[in-house]
């Protein structure tokens, strides 16, 4: 009998336990906060997605998944029902991705809003307002898949012919030919070297020699601008004597115009009076030249006077002269 009692307290400990836990499970599963359920729609692959996945508005957790099923209406599309919290701002540009979470596989709804209002889409068989579904970028990734492993095949095929042996021949001589450059232009270098210790050290040597000529160059040139500024300076005194009141320069100014009066006094007064005498020289001279040919022609003209003048023709006493008679004969 003692057995019998301690196994029957056993099982309803057992049976207390388990309603207990199916009690706090409910309690857990249930939720006060209202909840509005909306459809998604879409034809890519919704591997990893799973009931009861979790629902995120930009990452905060927002719903769960309810269902995963085919359209009835259309083949080869999927219907995906959500529970989202209702205080979600759900909008006109509101719509759905599939996330990843890291490396597990496991899916996700992911819902973000777009920079304009999307199309609306119509209800579906069961009513519910569906959101808009795009592919997510892992989706685009696996369509884009064969077309980037046919170009990294290609790439890959590419390189081989690159590295084929007459190739690699190539790129050998290529490296010696560049390993011969090397060590000519180490000789160069090392050439050149001992043409500056040999050429110019000696020009170094005769540095300072050239260093105190320049300098005493410099103290000549100094000196010679100093003179130059005094003689400058001495010139310029000159000058402000010359153009000082009562200088040379005033002086040759009123010099000149006294000079210039004086030949207008005598432009205006002698130099008529200077012309009158020379014509009256020259009257002079020409009657002089007159008596002077006469006295030539007469000399005793001088003694008896000035001879009468021969008859003209019609004058009484007009004789002919002879070579006229013998002419006209």
Do not use: C
């Amino acid at each position: 009998m003692e057995n019998k009692a301690h196994a029957m307290a056993a099982g309803l400990f057992v049976l207390l336990v388990g309603a207990l836990l199916v009690a706090l499970g409910y309690w857990i599963s249930s939720d006060e906060v209202a909840h509005t359920t909306y459809e998604l729609s879409t034809t890519e692959n919704v591997s990893g997605l799973q009931p009861q996945a979790p629902v995120r508005y930009k990452g905060v957790p927002a719903g769960r998944v309810l269902s995963i099923g085919f359209d009835p209406r259309e083949a080869g599309r999927v219907i995906i029902h959500i529970d989202v919290d209702s205080n979600a701002p759900i909008s006109a540009t509101t719509y759905a991705t599939l996330g990843y979470q890291g490396i597990t596989g496991l899916a996700h709804i992911l819902l973000s809003d777009a920079r304009e209002p999307l199309q609306k889409q119509a209800r579906g068989a069961s009513g519910l307002p569906r959101i808009p579904m795009k592919e997510s970028p892992f989706s685009q990734l696996a369509e884009q898949g064969p077309l980037l492993l046919s170009k990294i095949q290609d790439a890959a095929d590419r390189l081989n012919r690159l590295l084929g042996d007459d190739n690699l021949a190539l790129v050998h001589t290529m490296f010696g030919r560049i390993n011969a450059t090397a060590q000519s232009m180490d000789r160069l270098a090392l050439s050149l070297e001992h043409t500056v210790k040999t050429g110019v050290d000696p020009a170094l040597a005769q540095l300072p020699a050239l260093v105190g000529e320049t300098r005493q160059t410099l103290r000549t040139l100094r000196e010679a601008g100093s003179q130059t500024a005094k003689a400058v300076q001495d010139v310029g005194a000159v000058a402000r004597r010359i153009n000082a009141p009562g200088g040379l320069l005033e002086d040759m100014g009123s010099g000149m115009r006294s000079y210039s009066g004086l030949a207008e006094r005598a432009s205006r007064r002698t130099l008529p009076q200077i012309d009158r005498v020379a014509d009256e020289a020259a009257q002079a001279a020409r009657a002089l030249t007159r008596a002077a040919d006469a006295v030539s022609e007469n000399p005793q003209g001088l003694v008896y006077g000035a001879p009468r003048a021969a008859p003209g023709p019609g004058e009484p006493g007009f004789v002919p002269p002879p070579a006229a008679t013998q002419g006209n004969r």
